[in-house]
Structure formats: C-alpha cells, structure tokens
C-alpha cells in the first residue's frame, strides 16, 4: 500500500471513528436515561416521520410510541412492576418493537425468544428468563401450548391476532386488552430507580455448554449498540434500512434498529428473508441500507440473476452493514451488486469487544492501529488447542500474540460501559467467560471464544470458534446439545457430533457420527432429531460406525472424525447426506455437486 493509500486509509479511518465515539460517549451506566428514554426523544423531534413498514402497513415515530405507551400501561394494569421479565416469543412484525420499548417505559425486562424454538429448548429459554407472562401470536402459539406443561412459573398466555370469542381461562386475546388502553407516555416515576446498568433485555447466545443462555443486556449496553450504529450509518432521517434479520438477535433488533430509529430514519422489515425477493423490494422501497449476517451474502452471491436484472443494481443502498461476511465472498458482493461500503464489524451479544472494519478492509473483521492499541478493548492471547485455554508463561501470565499468530480474542472486564460484561442470567454460566491473571495478577478478561489473527497493519481476522460450538446458517450450534437429542433416538448407542466445513457455505455443517444398536432406521432417527431441533442445529451428515477409538480416559477422538469429514474415500463407514425429507448415501457424484455449489444444504 502507497503512501498516499494508506493517509486516505487512515483519514477514514479516525473520521468514522471519532463520529462513533462522540454518539457513544454520553452512554453511562449511572445515568437515568434508558433506552426508551433515547427514543422518546426521537419521537419528539420527527413524529411525523416513518419508523417501521411491515408488509404494507407502516408506524410513524409517534404512533409507534403511542403502541409502545399502551403496552406500558397494559403492564402495569397486568402487575407487571420494574425488575420483572415478559417472555416475548414472537416472529418479526409490525408491533416487535413496540412491545419491549413499551415494557422498558416502566422498567419491565423482556426476554427476546428466538421463534423457531420448540421443546425443551424452548421451556428452558422461558424458565430461565422467570418470565411472568409470555406473549405469543398465532404463529408461535402451538409451539408454546406443547410445552406449556414445561414451564415452571405458570402464567396466562397472552396471543396477538386472537379473537376475544377464541379466548379461554389461560389463553387470552392481547388485542383486545389493550382496546381502550392509555396511549399517553407513562409517568418516568414507574422507572425513576432505575439506572442505564439495569437489564432493558435478555438476548439469548448458545454455548459449549448446550441449551441457549440469557444474556443479559443492560439499557447501557443496548445504548451503545444503537448509539454506534446511528453514528456509524450516518442515517438521514428520509432513509431506510431494510432488515430482514430476526429482531431477536443483536444484530437485527438492536444494531439496525438504532441506526434507523435513532436517526429519525425507517426501518423496512421483512418477515424472514428470501433471496428472490430481496432485491426488488430493497429498489421498490428506495432503500439506502442493509444489513446483513454472512451467510445472506453468500445466498444473495450464489443466487441467480434477479427476475429483473435492474433490480441487483438500480437501487439506493449506500452502504451494507453487518458481520461475518467471508473474504471470498466480500468482493463479489461489492461489485455484483454495486455496494459502495461493506462495514463489517464483530462483537458478542453478551461480552464486552466490539470491533470495526471502519476503512472497509476486504476480509476483515477490524483494525486496532498500533498506534491507538489501548482505545480498542481486545487482546490476542496464544491459545492452546488441547486444553482450549490460553498458554501460559512460567510466571503464570499469558502471552500476548505477535502480529500473524493465531489466539484468542479478549477484552478486559471494568466497570465503565465500554468495559462492562453483564453476562447471563445464570451466574456460573458468567464466570467461566472470565480470564484471571492475564497480563497482570488479579486483572480479569472476556473470553470471547473467537480464535483471530491480527496483521502487522492491525487488521483482525475470524478464525474459528473455539470448542464444541460451530456456526451454521447464522446461528451457533452446540454439539452437545445436538448429542443429546441424537442419542436419545430409537437404536442410538452413541451419537457424536461435530462441524464440518463446507464450499459455498458460511459456518459449519453439522455432522453426527452414530453407533447403532439392532434395529436403528435413518428415516426415524431423522423424524426425532427434526422433532426435536431447530433447523439449523439437524445434521446434515450421518456417519455410521463401524468401530470408534476412545482415547485413555474414554473420550471419543474426536478430532479423527473432524480430519475425515465427509471424505468417503477416507472411511469404509457409510455416510449419508440430507437431501430433501430423507438421508441418502453420499456419493462421489454428490460430492462434487456440493463443492462447486449445484447441491445446497
């Protein structure tokens, strides 16, 4: 890079970056001031404006905040005071918003429910949570009445777009309680002892550890994402950002969110994305932002030519925001779709580093110039992959990575709001995220659990996930969790999972390595595992063994399995891959289709 580059480079760079510290910086764990309170003021200033379109039907900012009063108000009439938790297990809608910025006007925290849960994963998201109510639509209803019985704190289930004359004792219409409803904002006494460190939401993440934990997101927290966004996207008020990620993840709910609501802006959602739609709807609505989760890139690149080519490349998008989109991808996103700025940037629901690629770096996550090191909150530390703990020097502090080695992203834990770390509801689930004795004795660290690599220019690259846990179709799988469904199925003796990498595909593909006893049939170890998970935690590979190897202390080796993958040319063992409604034994022919992308799992 030429001198000239790298000044124009670095121009950028600080511009971007002093404009997303100036947002952030009155963002105060002691403050009063509440998420709400942020979009209140909003809503003041531009209540004429457009805030949310959901198919065909919009909110201006003001009667978004009239919906959000009503739900205030319907909360208290409910009993519902500051401190309690409302468990919201809804898809996107026009609403969404309203609901938990509506409960966060009297300090009531609501638990973001990821929609597609069913089951035990499901009852185990609402306990933890100790919701007191759970608000439902017809669309999610059925999943929560099957495992109704599951739920320890019993509660009225409370359904939008339920006629009054359908209720029952414990089912009861929302619409209709709310007719008639205060729409006036509800007096700040009903949250007046609360402060920006108390918890606004709970997001949930998955783990090594097998069901979806809470994190837990202070109002501080949930500010200073949507406070570096709005600042970051530089949203007009008369712009849109076109969201087609679920509300109930950080990236849709509170990045694109804030952007847009923060800025007097619109936010255009969509139920759930499809890439045949995605860019005549981004020209028809004059959209000038998008974001994304790396595998929607990959989708959108892999798609065929839209029905109307214009579509791709007559439109307003300025700028693309989100995370993990792969090096190979980056480039052919830009020009195929003639994206001026890709800003990719990195950070976890409940953890303390966020990063930025503020200069659109291709491939990279970040950059930490050397210069300003100790502005950006993160470490590399070198990691031992045996162990899955950081190495450690004879004086019993780790090493710090050299630029080119790889290790383990940290941040350091302090009580500012840039430093914080909530972590989750359940308590022993924090503690083992924290790093002790890093640098120096008694200091304590964020383990992010992302290995990266950092360059001698500061940029940071994603690695891998470190453990059991892989990503696949945007959302982290836990293999022991996967484990445990997958055993439990009739003539399963034991079930081994891991990720695979797969071309064309973000993430890893899940793959299970089963020991069969007599009597084991593939369709109905599918029909249990499929009744059992999400679709994105089903493996999508299945591996039938003929004989394990067990190491000393009878763990299965594991990584022996990883190394062969899929390879059938490496195994006698069968191996069959998911295609349509069955398993079907993988063939050479089939392999080829699925490394040059005819075959899409």
């Known amino acids: 890079m030429g001198l000239a580059a790298n000044i124009k480079r670095d121009f950028i760079f600080m511009k971007r970056l002093l404009r997303i510290l100036k947002w952030v910086k009155p963002v105060n764990p002691d403050s ?33 905040d009239t919906m959000a009063n009503r739900y205030a ?37 609501t638990a973001l429910i990821n929609n597609s849960l069913t ?28 495992i109704e019985s599951q739920i320890e704190r019993h509660q009225a289930l409370w359904v939008l777009d339920l006629p009054r004359e359908s209720e029952t004792e414990n089912c009861r219409s929302l619409d209709a309680a709310l007719k008639g409803v205060s729409s006036v904002r509800p007096d700040r006494a009903f949250r007046s002892g609360l402060t920006a460190h108390n918890i606004a939401l709970y997001i949930y993440t998955s783990g090594t550890t097998g069901l979806p934990k809470a994190a837990k997101i202070s109002n501080a927290r949930a500010q200073l994402y949507m406070k570096a966004f709005a600042g970051l996207t530089q949203m007009k008020p008369n712009e849109k950002v076109y969201c087609v990620l679920p509300l109930y993840h950080a990236t849709g709910g509170l990045c694109a969110v804030g952007a847009a609501l923060l800025n007097g802006a619109g936010v255009v959602l969509k139920r759930k994305f499809s890439a045949s739609q995605f860019w005549s709807d981004v020209r028809a609505e004059g959209i000038t932002h998008i974001v994304y989760i790396g595998e929607l890139c990959r989708y959108l690149v892999n798609s065929p030519p839209a029905p109307n080519p214009e579509d791709e490349t007559k439109h307003k998008v300025r700028m693309a925001f989100g995370n993990g989109m792969r090096p190979e991808v980056w480039d052919h996103f830009k020009s195929r779709f003639r994206i001026k700025e890709v800003m990719e940037f990195y950070g976890s629901t409940e953890g303390n580093v966020s990063l930025f690629n503020l200069d659109g770096h291709s491939g990279a996550i970040a950059r930490v110039p050397k210069m300003l090191k100790k502005s950006f909150n993160v470490r590399l530390v070198r990691f031992d992959v045996e162990s899955e703990m950081p190495d450690r020097q004879p004086n019993g502090l780790c090493y710090e990575c050299k630029p080119g080695e790889i290790g383990e992203a940290i941040g350091q834990i302090a009580g500012d709001a840039r430093h914080a770390y909530s972590g989750y509801a359940d308590k022993a689930a924090s503690q083992k995220k924290i790093l002790t004795d890093v640098f120096k004795k008694g200091d304590q660290w964020f383990r992010t659990g992302d290995l990266m690599r950092q360059d001698k220019a500061g940029y940071l690259y994603f690695i891998d996930r470190i453990g059991d846990t892989f990503r696949w179709k945007g959302e982290n799988v836990s293999t022991s969790e996967v484990a445990e469904y ?28 089963i020991i069969a006893r007599e009597g084991f049939d593939l369709k109905i170890f599918k029909n249990f595992v499929d009744s ?28 022996d399995l990883i190394k062969v993958g899929y390879d059938i040319t490496q195994t006698t063992d069968p191996i069959f891959v998911c295609h349509g409604d069955d398993y079907v034994p993988l063939t050479a022919e089939m392999i080829e289709d699925i490394t040059t992308g005819k075959l899409r799992l």
Request: include cysteine; charged fraction near 20%; glycine fraction near 8%.
């Open 119 to 146: 089951g035990a994963g499901l009852a185990h998201c609402i306990n933890i949570s100790v919701a007191s109510l759970t608000i439902v639509d017809q669309t999610t209803r059925a999943a929560f009445q099957e």
């Open 73 to 109: 108000h319907w909360g208290r009439q409910r009993g519902l005071k500051a401190g309690d938790t409302v468990a919201l297990f809804l898809p996107n809608r026009l609403d969404y918003l309203a609901i938990w910025l509506g409960f966060n006007k009297i300090g009531v925290i």
């Open 32 to 64: 009063h001031d509440l998420v709400c309170d942020d979009f209140e003021a909003v809503a003041t200033k531009w209540p004429n404006n457009l805030a949310v379109k959901f198919e065909g039907k919009s909110l201006t900012y003001q009667q978004l």
């Open 486 to 513: 997958s055993a439990a199925a009739p003539g399963v003796e034991e079930a081994i999972i891991y990720g695979v990498p797969v071309p064309n595909h973000d993430g890893k593909a899940g793959m299970a390595a």
């Open 532 to 559: 059992k998970l999400p679709v994105w935690a089903r493996p999508k590979f299945v591996r039938m063994l003929h004989d394990v190897e067990t190491t000393g202390t009878f763990k299965y080796k594991k990584m």
